[in-house]
């Protein structure tokens, strides 16, 4: 069986990056109607779009529905690229909550969080190994960050479960050719006078060339990469995102997706109401400027970030601002191309199928 599989006949409810936050989560699948076990009055399915955990209160239990919905048929999922790292035990900011390297670190920005028993940690590890990287039927393609062709055919020729072992070929593959261009002599001689390293917020580095090339020729030699965390290319400027400084640009793909079949993402931090992104630890450049919170986008108007920055909560926590004000979990409703919020606010998507459409 394939990386990428097969999406059942039906109408589904698309659930964005959820990050730990199960109160979101729960309140959500309620308001769409969903009881404890997955079943829906009128045969509806839920499709995950990854990213279940790190950030939030309680990633092992929204892993854990997750699991239990998947398992029993009654949802699908996708890997998004915070299972990856999970998977490739590859300790990230927000994942603390899993892994012990990371606990005290982390403690600081998002605790209180719950932590797996061992038979958690073991079932999750079976349950996210065997998840795919997309799903697709003639009028719909569900992937976590992006849906690029060359890479979509590449991971489709790859079976179920093969996804850290091919990921980690591919990451040794890039590392491969840094060595053998002399990148990486060049990367170690450039951070060598630089005596802060790169997970300081509060000290910005020069921009780093060789780390850029490096960054870039490694995102985009891999295909599990690309579809799980997107298109980039080498930067211009540093930014601070996901606990460390970064040289490289993501690309909006979208804007030349040219396929008429429609594609619903997650990963790329959208907002229904306008926040400070730095407060969350995204310097990026926001590619969702200038593009309406409720649109669908690309060259085609047939691509939608489903992503409404739940993973912001642990700020609003730690600011003692209202939680859930700025940041949302969202599903959006196919085919009806409507978006339902966790505190049950209902909007219609603008713009389906509007070539050019930002």
Same mark, same amino acid.
């Given at each position: 069986?394939?990386?990428?599989?097969?999406?059942?006949?039906?109408?589904?409810?698309?659930?964005?990056?959820?990050?730990?936050?199960?109160?979101?989560?729960?309140?959500?699948?309620?308001?769409?109607?969903?009881?404890?076990?997955?079943?829906?009055?009128?045969?509806?399915?839920?499709? &995950?779009?990854?990213?279940?955990? =790190?950030?939030?209160?309680?990633?092992?239990?929204?892993?854990?529905?997750?699991?239990?919905?998947?398992?029993?048929?009654?949802?699908?999922?996708?890997?998004?690229?915070?299972?990856?790292?999970?998977?490739?035990?590859?300790?990230?900011?927000?994942s603390g909550w899993f892994f012990d390297?990371?606990?005290?670190?982390?403690?600081?920005?998002?605790?209180? &969080?719950?932590?797996?028993?061992?038979?958690?940690?073991?079932?999750?590890?079976?349950?996210?190994?065997?998840?795919?990287?997309?799903?697709?039927?003639? =009028?719909?393609?569900?992937?976590?960050?992006?849906?690029?062709?060359?890479?979509?055919?590449?991971?489709?020729?790859?079976?179920?479960?093969?996804?850290? =072992?091919? &990921?980690?070929?591919?990451?040794r593959m890039g590392q491969q050719q840094?060595?053998?261009?002399?990148?990486?002599?060049?990367?170690?001689?450039?951070?060598?006078?630089?005596?802060?390293?790169?997970?300081?917020?509060?000290?910005?580095?020069?921009?780093?060339?060789?780390?850029?090339?490096?960054?870039?020729?490694?995102?985009?030699?891999?295909?599990?990469?690309?579809?799980?965390?997107?298109?980039?290319?080498?930067?211009?400027?540093?930014?601070?995102?996901?606990?460390?400084?970064?040289?490289?640009?993501?690309?909006?793909?979208?804007?030349k997706y040219v396929d008429s079949t429609?594609?619903?993402?997650?990963?790329?931090?959208?907002?229904?109401?306008?926040?400070?992104?730095?407060?969350?630890?995204?310097?990026?450049?926001?590619?969702?400027?200038?593009?309406?919170?409720?649109?669908?986008?690309?060259?085609?108007?047939?691509?939608?970030?489903?992503?409404?920055?739940?993973?912001?909560?642990?700020?609003?926590?730690?600011?003692?601002?209202?939680?859930?004000?700025?940041?949302?979990?969202?599903?959006?409703?196919?085919?009806?191309?409507?978006?339902?919020? =966790?505190?049950?606010?209902?909007?219609?998507?603008?713009? &389906?199928?509007?070539?050019?459409?930002?």
């Amino acid at each position: 069986m394939s990386l990428i599989q097969p999406l059942p006949p039906g109408p589904l409810d698309i659930v964005g990056d959820i990050h730990g936050e199960l109160d979101a989560l729960l309140q959500l699948l309620d308001h769409l109607g969903y009881d404890q076990q997955g079943h829906h009055p009128d045969g509806r399915k839920v499709v &995950f779009v990854g990213d279940f955990c =790190d950030r939030g209160p309680d990633s092992p239990a929204v892993l854990e529905l997750g699991r239990q919905w998947v398992q029993s048929g009654r949802a699908l999922a996708v890997l998004g690229n915070h299972e990856i790292n999970l998977l490739r035990e590859d300790v990230k900011d927000g994942s603390g909550w899993f892994f012990d390297a990371r606990m005290a670190r982390d403690h600081d920005k998002y605790a209180p &969080f719950n932590r797996p028993t061992l038979q958690q940690r073991s079932e999750i590890v079976e349950f996210l190994s065997d998840l795919p990287i997309g799903l697709e039927r003639p =009028d719909l393609r569900i992937v976590h960050a992006a849906w690029q062709e060359a890479q979509i055919a590449a991971v489709r020729q790859l079976p179920l479960g093969s996804v850290r =072992d091919e &990921f980690d070929k591919w990451e040794r593959m890039g590392q491969q050719q840094a060595r053998e261009s002399a990148l990486a002599a060049r990367m170690a001689q450039e951070i060598s006078p630089w005596p802060h390293g790169l997970e300081s917020s509060q000290h910005q580095p020069p921009f780093l060339h060789a780390h850029a090339e490096f960054e870039a020729n490694k995102q985009m030699v891999n295909p599990l990469k690309v579809l799980t965390s997107g298109v980039e290319q080498k930067g211009e400027i540093p930014f601070f995102a996901g606990g460390k400084w970064r040289f490289v640009a993501r690309v909006a793909w979208w804007d030349k997706y040219v396929d008429s079949t429609p594609v619903v993402v997650g990963h790329y931090w959208r907002r229904l109401r306008a926040v400070d992104r730095t407060a969350i630890g995204k310097d990026d450049a926001d590619l969702f400027e200038n593009t309406h919170p409720l649109s669908w986008h690309g060259a085609r108007g047939n691509v939608f970030c489903v992503d409404f920055s739940v993973g912001g909560r642990w700020q609003e926590r730690k600011s003692g601002a209202a939680v859930g004000h700025a940041f949302k979990l969202a599903a959006l409703r196919w085919p009806e191309r409507t978006l339902h919020f =966790d505190d049950g606010q209902v909007e219609v998507t603008q713009g &389906f199928g509007e070539a050019g459409r930002l």
